[in-house]
Structure formats: structure tokens, C-alpha cells
């Protein structure tokens, strides 16, 4: 079975903090992505990656950035953590073309206080 | 004029109930449909993937693509209180790397 793992599933941060997301898939996918959803708007795409070190933005950059130094894992990063960046962060992988099926991670609550 | 549309609900219906989720999306272009179950604190996960139009059944779910319309639906026939969730649309376009999804429907059903 493809695994996607969040490493993170419930962070309670204070504004200002740096925090990191991670996430590792080990079904060798080409394709990565960062989701925030949130009551009433659904998933939103933040940043997605096709290939190690490559990324594009997604609908919602702002406030974030990425990393992806290894296929296997992505990161998200929030340089400095607002209260309107509370959600639910949820990591995604895909082979190839989005034709085939995205697989998501559980999911990580992040409460900014 | 958002690329697909979904009312997101609440919906709630007795156990047994037919239940019909739907989407509807702007851009002809789209080739590709999905739908995704999203249970409580939980990922979504892939439910029904379907290419053309007309209708793809597997076990008590059903989805139906019309192209003409560009409307996709999800029928849940006998449904079961394990079916509350919350159920995601998704459309993409050949070649693209990344999907369009729908806001989500919040299902809930009553025993």
C-alpha cells in the first residue's frame, strides 16, 4: 500500500514561530504537494513539487515555503506562523500526471496561537 | 466563477436512503473525474475515478459523468451510517500534475 506520513499530526505553535511540516512517501512518486483545508473553502493547493528541488506555487503561497531536497520528502515551512494559518495541513503524492490517483497523508492540525 | 462547484451541505439522511452528491465545473476541458471520502481527522481517500461520460458502478456507489452538462454526480444506494463523510470532487485535464477539487459534501447518515 502507498504510505504518505505526516510525521506531525497536532502542533500547537505560538505567532512568530518557524514551524516545519514534514512529510515522507515511499512509493518513489515524482509528484508532491502541500493542501490546507479549511471549514467552508475546501482543499486549497499551497506549493506542489514535480521533482527533487523543483517547486511551482500553488493557489495560496503566501506565508509559506518549500523544500524538497530528497523524491521521498517535502516540506512545508511557515517562516513566521500567523493565528489565520490555524488549519489542517494535508500532504499529498502522485505518479506522473495528476490523471493518476493522489494519494493524501492523514493530515496535521495546526493550531497558531 | 470558481472552476468546480459543490454545495457543501450539511447533508443528512436516514440509513437506506439513495443518496446523490453532485458538482458541477466550467471548463470543458476537463477530461478526468474523481471522487474522494473524507472521514473525520482523517486524509481523503480516492473513492471512484472515472474518464468518460455515462456511469461507472461499483459495489453501492455509482458515479455518473455528463459532459454536456458538465455536471458529475455520486449515488450511494443502501446507504450505511459507515458512509457518513465528508466526499470530494475532482476534475483534471489530461497531462496537468494537478487536480481541481470541489469544497467537499458533509454526508451524515441516521441510523
Not at chain 2, 497531462?95 to 441510523?111: H, S
Request: charged content about 25%; glycine content about 8%.
Amino acid at each position: 500500500d502507498v504510505k504518505v506520513t505526516q510525521s506531525s499530526r497536532y502542533l500547537v505553535k505560538r505567532t512568530g514561530e518557524k514551524v516545519f511540516l514534514e512529510c515522507v512517501q515511499d512509493m518513489d512518486h515524482e509528484n508532491m504537494f502541500w493542501y490546507r483545508q479549511d471549514p467552508g473553502l475546501g482543499l486549497r493547493l499551497i506549493y506542489f513539487s514535480y521533482d527533487v528541488k523543483m517547486k511551482e506555487k500553488g493557489d495560496i503561497p503566501e506565508g509559506y515555503s518549500v523544500s524538497r531536497e530528497k523524491k521521498e520528502r517535502f516540506s512545508l515551512i511557515l517562516e513566521s506562523a500567523s493565528t489565520n494559518q490555524t488549519s489542517m495541513y494535508l500532504c499529498a503524492s502522485s505518479r506522473g500526471w495528476s490523471g493518476n490517483t493522489i494519494y493524501f497523508g492523514e493530515g496535521s492540525w495546526l493550531t497558531v496561537v | 466563477q470558481k472552476e468546480v462547484e459543490q454545495d457543501p451541505g450539511p447533508l443528512s439522511v436516514p440509513e437506506g436512503a439513495i443518496v446523490s452528491l453532485n458538482c458541477t465545473y466550467s471548463n470543458s476541458a476537463f477530461q478526468y473525474f474523481m471522487w474522494y471520502r473524507q472521514y473525520s481527522r482523517k486524509g481523503p481517500e480516492l473513492l471512484m475515478y472515472t474518464y468518460s461520460s455515462g456511469n461507472k458502478e461499483d459495489g453501492r456507489f455509482t458515479a455518473q459523468v455528463d459532459k454536456s452538462s458538465k455536471y458529475i454526480s455520486l449515488f450511494i444506494r443502501d446507504s450505511q451510517p459507515s458512509d457518513s463523510a465528508t466526499y470530494l470532487c475532482a476534475i483534471t485535464i489530461q497531462g496537468a500534475q494537478k487536480l481541481v477539487f470541489g469544497q467537499g459534501t458533509r454526508l451524515t447518515i441516521n441510523p
